[in-house]
């Protein structure tokens, strides 16, 4: 991991955020792709003696990207490996859902690997690279109330495995990580019942933490996961085996 360079999207906050300091932790430098102000983590990068720059990027948007790639070339000399996080939710239950929070949910959680991956290729062919997609419980087990949220994030595993498959000989990994219930704004505005009934069937009986994710994609993308690509990595406290 040392002095390679990361894009971390959706990595000012939450899952992203812990991702990028773990990596930082590890020797690497990060960029982040967010909508957010990224400024937080890239102090705490910077803190820890390792360079980062944040770029305010749609990922849904294939041009944006583009150019925000080409940036972080510019600025940081290399893309050695790409973090697709950025993601949404807009629940509701598919009788009730509108067209927009179909499509909005699509674009930000799946197009956007589709985007960020299509840009950093064109990169990481001459140089090999690896790339990790969270995914979520909800793609792989589904969810009522979530079936946009959860055909983005099965879609990220069809796509992951296409890629594996297609650029492995050009030393391309491509992985997922399939997180479960982790203690973020995202969860956070769950009522606390839907949340006690959820622990009472988790068998470690505790939410995931955003470094537990952190420590699962520092493994896929280091040297230690050198021989994995297409794989689906379930980080769940077992809610889902
Ligand atoms: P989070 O705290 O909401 O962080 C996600 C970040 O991505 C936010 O800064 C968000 O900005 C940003 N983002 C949203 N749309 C974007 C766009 N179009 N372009 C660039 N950045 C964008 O979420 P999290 O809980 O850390 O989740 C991170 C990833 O893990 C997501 O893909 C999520 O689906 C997945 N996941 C999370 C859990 C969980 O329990 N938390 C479980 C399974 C999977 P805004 O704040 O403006 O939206």
Same mark, same amino acid.
């Given at each position: *991991?040392?002095?390679?360079?990361?894009?971390?999207?959706?990595?000012?906050?939450?899952?992203?955020?812990?991702?990028?300091?773990?990596?930082?932790?590890?020797?690497?430098? &990060? +960029?982040?792709?967010?909508?957010?102000?990224?400024?937080?983590?890239?102090?705490?990068?910077?803190?820890?003696?390792?360079? @980062?720059?944040?770029?305010?990027?749609?990922?849904?948007?294939?041009?944006?990207? #583009?150019? +925000?790639?080409?940036?972080?070339?510019?600025?940081?000399?290399? $893309?050695?490996?790409?973090?697709?996080? =950025?993601? $949404? /939710?807009?629940?509701?239950?598919?009788?009730?859902?509108?067209?927009?929070?179909?499509?909005?949910?699509?674009?930000?959680?799946? %197009?956007?690997?589709?985007?960020? /991956?299509?840009?950093?290729?064109?990169? *990481?062919? %001459? /140089?090999?690279?690896?790339?990790? @997609?969270?995914?979520?419980?909800?793609?792989?087990?589904?969810?009522?109330?979530?079936?946009?949220?959860?055909?983005?994030? =099965?879609?990220? $595993?069809?796509?992951?495995?296409? &890629?594996?498959?297609?650029?492995?000989?050009?030393?391309?990994?491509?992985?997922?990580? =399939?997180?479960?219930? &982790? %203690?973020?704004?995202?969860?956070?505005?769950? !009522? #606390?019942?839907? %949340? #006690?009934? *959820?622990?009472?069937? $988790?068998?470690?009986?505790?939410?995931?933490?955003?470094? !537990? &994710?952190?420590? +699962?994609?520092?493994?896929?993308? @280091?040297?230690?996961?050198?021989?994995?690509?297409? #794989?689906?990595?379930?980080?769940?406290?077992?809610?889902? *085996?």
């Amino acid at each position: *991991m040392k002095d390679t360079v990361t894009i971390v999207t959706g990595g000012s906050q939450g899952i992203g955020r812990a991702i990028a300091d773990f990596l930082a932790d590890k020797g690497g430098n &990060i +960029a982040v792709f967010d909508i957010v102000d990224g400024s937080e983590t890239v102090n705490s990068v910077t803190g820890k003696g390792r360079r @980062s720059e944040f770029f305010s990027v749609d990922v849904s948007n294939l041009s944006a990207v #583009e150019a +925000a790639v080409d940036g972080v070339v510019k600025k940081m000399g290399k $893309i050695d490996n790409l973090v697709n996080n =950025a993601g $949404i /939710t807009a629940d509701k239950l598919l009788l009730r859902m509108k067209e927009d929070e179909w499509d909005r949910v699509i674009r930000v959680n799946l %197009k956007s690997a589709f985007n960020c /991956t299509k840009a950093v290729l064109r990169h *990481m062919l %001459k /140089t090999g690279g690896s790339i990790v @997609s969270i995914s979520s419980i909800a793609g792989v087990m589904g969810n009522p109330g979530q079936s946009n949220y959860a055909a983005s994030k =099965a879609g990220l $595993i069809g796509f992951t495995k296409s &890629i594996a498959k297609e650029y492995g000989e050009r030393n391309i990994r491509a992985n997922i990580v =399939a997180p479960g219930f &982790i %203690k973020t704004k995202m969860t956070e505005i769950l !009522d #606390e019942k839907s %949340k #006690e009934e *959820m622990l009472k069937m $988790i068998p470690l009986k505790k939410y995931g933490e955003p470094s !537990d &994710i952190a420590h +699962a994609v520092y493994f896929l993308l @280091s040297e230690y996961g050198s021989y994995i690509t297409g #794989e689906v990595i379930n980080v769940n406290g077992g809610l889902h *085996m």
